[in-house]
């Protein structure tokens, strides 16, 4: 009886074959894995493309200025907004910055843009239907906001016959805040 001291030579050739199974097996999912992984994130990225101007307007009504309590820099009509924003779109950091969206319509589309003060239009989102703006004031949408008492509405949709296509809600103070002792010291001047 002889001593074993290792592996016979057909032992090694199985777990050979094994360990090439297990990697070849290892390598087809790896690769469906990366090919799923790559359609997905072309998919957002799409996606997130197509978002990006909803994310704009709404950035952007997020951060609309009351800076006056006697007067708004915030009026719209049902197919332009002007304001004076802290997110505008365009600008990183945030600084106080006059923005004017825009709805226009062409030989039935219509545009969402920004109009510049050079009246250039700049269009960032289009719909196949008439939109026009509407503003929530006093749990009422209307279709003009006239600024009184240094008032920003609640909230600013986009609506068409029957959706609403992008809803934005303001989130910074809607009254400008005057403190209570002003009448007592005086004028109050910016």
Known sequence: MRNRNGFTLIELLVVLVITSLTTALLLSGLSTTWQ??????????????AQLPKSWFIESVRGVLLSHPDTATFAGTSDKIDMVTFLHPASRPASPQQLSWELRGDNGTWSLGISE??????????????????????????DTFIPSNGKLPLAIRIQGNNATYILATVSRPLRADIPTELPVFGAYEF
């Open 36 to 49: 799923n992984f790559a359609r997905l994130s072309s998919r957002n990225l799409v996606f997130n493309q």
């Open 117 to 142: 003060p050079t009246n250039q239009y700049s269009e960032v989102l289009t719909f196949t239907e008439a939109v026009h703006f509407e503003y929530l004031v006093e749990r009422q949408w209307q």
